[in-house]
């Protein structure tokens, strides 16, 4: 797929103002009231999972078209470069001016947040606007693990049918997440939930969509029955809204409602992605619901918005004076919605962009091997 899909980018927007909407509803303390929809509210961290799998799909799919249609496969060091330009410049600005704000770090602790490794010392304290900041080291873990993935999924499917042996090798994926989390909770480590290995589910369920999405390309079966699918999401959700994926506090779940969490995410965001990554229909009413103008462009410049939006809360909660879950949520939402959209639109276009561009100059893929004959995308058995 060339270009960007407005649809996928749409389901970026929801994501985004999922994860503001979280923030929102547990700074002021409406999230911990009772009532379903505060209990709907407290599983918004479903966007996460999200953000995980249409990074598996999109970064993977180079990958799995190089498998597949012997296409060349990209060079790791120009990846990377993008990469880094696509996730740092952005995170720099905004973690070192709440750093600056609000931090009392040495030289250290501030070597850490800028290379992203603060995952690696959850002894540290979390600075004030800086707690959504934990999902980038695992982004960043994937990045920098995909192109050995890539290398080893392709050698794994030359020895037969390639489409089908890469789905196998993916499988593994989701098998180390399970193990993680068991392992966390047996051992009383939940700081393991900060890691790459705890999450893999995510991300290897989006490059199995990557691998289907070249193999089959537009599903007719998943169009046909995308409404359903995407009915059963909002069902899962509502399910994942209650105390079987456990305590909606601080509280640490049990092992038992570990693994029902970590299934029940990976099924909603795998049913809310695949009627658009598998079967994109423009015309469709659900391309035309997430792939309008208006959350098309707040798809884009979502990941400025997921990094503003917690220190512009929590700026508004400091000048304002708020107690400790007591603001008023309607103020703080609309204050903090307006403000971090204003903030977005100025560093998607004047940085991200601008580091985007500059990221194609060094992202090419390699050089065509010497001709030889194509092998088949699904060879017979």
């Known amino acids: 797929m060339k270009g960007r899909d407005a649809a996928l980018d749409g389901i970026r927007a929801v994501a985004a103002l999922g994860v503001w909407l979280l923030h929102v509803g547990s700074n002021t303390g409406v999230m911990y009231r009772d009532g379903m929809l505060h209990w709907l509210m407290s599983r918004l961290g479903i966007a996460v999972p999200i953000f995980f799998l249409l990074s598996g799909l999109l970064l993977y799919r180079p990958w799995a078209r190089a498998v597949i249609e012997d296409t060349p496969r990209p060079r790791p060091l120009g990846y990377l470069w993008r990469r880094v330009l696509r996730v740092m410049p952005v995170y720099w600005l905004v973690s070192a001016l709440a750093l600056w704000a609000w931090a009392s770090y040495d ?156 299934s029940l995410e990976t099924a909603v965001a795998v049913l809310l992605v695949a009627p658009f990554a598998l079967a994109s229909r423009p015309g469709s009413l659900r391309n035309r619901v997430l792939g309008n103008p208006v959350a098309s462009y707040l798809g884009r410049i979502s990941y400025s918005f997921f990094l503003w939006h917690a220190p512009v809360i929590t700026l508004q909660l400091k000048l304002t004076g708020a107690q400790p879950f007591q603001a008023d949520f309607t103020s703080v939402a609309v204050t903090s919605f307006i403000v971090t959209v204003l903030l977005s639109v100025g560093s998607y276009h004047l940085i991200e962009v601008s580091a985007l561009k500059l990221s194609r100059h060094r992202s090419a893929p390699a050089s065509p091997p010497a001709a030889r004959a194509a092998l088949p995308a699904a060879p017979a058995p």
Request: proline share 8%.
């Open 107 to 262: 030289w250290t602790g501030w070597l850490k947040w800028m290379l992203l490794a603060q995952n690696f010392f959850p002894a540290d304290p979390t600075p004030d606007g800086l707690y959504q900041m934990w999902t980038l080291p695992i982004e960043m873990s994937f990045y920098v693990l995909l192109p050995v993935l890539g290398w080893a999924l392709h050698r794994w499917a030359r020895g037969g049918n390639r489409p089908v042996r890469l789905l196998v090798g993916i499988a593994v994926l989701p098998l180390i997440s399970v193990v993680t989390v068991v392992v966390a909770r047996l051992s009383g480590q939940p700081d393991l939930a900060l890691l790459l290995p705890y999450h893999l589910v995510f991300f290897g369920c989006g490059m199995a969509m990557a691998v289907l999405s070249v193999w089959i390309g537009h599903s007719r079966v998943i169009d046909s029955l995308a409404p359903q699918l995407l009915v059963l999401a909002g069902l899962l959700y509502a399910l994942l809204s209650t105390d079987l994926a456990g305590p909606r506090t601080l509280v640490l779940p049990t092992l038992g409602q570990s693994l029902w969490r970590l």
